[in-house]
């Protein structure tokens, strides 16, 4: 009959068969899902699925002499998404500085495994992150005022799961303020015989 399974959920699906002769019975499979095998010595098919799909599976089981194959389909689901986390600069929803670039950090998991972390900024930039399970991306370019990054989690089954952090760059003021002399002159020298002076 149909079997099913989810994505990192160990299975374990014992295959039976009898001879007539008494003589002993090896077993083979084919298509089975990715993770599962079969016991050529004793039918039984066990392991961890890591692929979502529906497999077509055939069973094999042979004496000496002759050979019997039965085919029924085995559909594996995935049991949900990843979970992704900022932690770095902060684990707020919310950052304000006046550094850019910025270093981004955090975490991420899945019941089979993260593949790939990445960064997009909703002012422009985008990228993928170091690791996945601890990740870290640096040099993200920010412009002034708010900058929404989004973080994205993606598992071997496409689904995916992201976290936000709304920054808000205030650049520093690097300028050095202008001052001049106008009155009495503006020359760089002056002669009087007044005082005091007003500048």
């Given amino acids: 009959g149909t079997q099913s399974g989810t994505v990192g959920t160990a299975v374990s699906l014992q295959i039976s068969a009898s001879d007539p002769d008494g003589d002993s019975l090896t ?6 899902p990715p993770g599962l095998s079969i016991g050529t010595g004793s039918g039984l098919i066990s392991g961890t699925p890591t692929a979502v799909g529906s497999f077509a599976v055939t069973v094999q089981v042979s004496d000496a002499a002759a050979t019997n194959s039965v085919n029924f389909d085995w559909t594996i689901s995935d049991a949900g998404a990843p979970t992704i986390a900022i932690t770095v600069p902060t684990a ?3 950052y304000a500085t006046e550094t850019s670039p910025l270093t981004l950090g955090g975490t991420a998991s899945d019941n089979v495994a993260v593949t790939q972390v990445t960064w997009s900024n909703d002012r ?3 990228g993928t992150a170091t690791g996945t399970s601890n990740w870290t991306t640096s040099g993200i370019a920010l412009q002034s005022g708010q900058n929404v990054l989004t973080v994205t989690a993606r598992d071997g089954a496409g ?6 952090l709304t920054v808000t760059y205030t650049p520093p003021d690097t300028t050095a303020p202008v001052v001049t002399i106008t009155s009495p002159t503006s020359a760089a020298t002056f002669a009087t015989s007044a005082t005091p002076m007003s500048l």
């Fill in 27 to 32: 077993f083979a499979a084919s298509g089975l």
């Fill in 92 to 94: 707020a929803a919310t």
């Fill in 124 to 126: 422009g930039g985008s």
């Fill in 159 to 164: 689904n995916t799961a992201t976290d936000m």
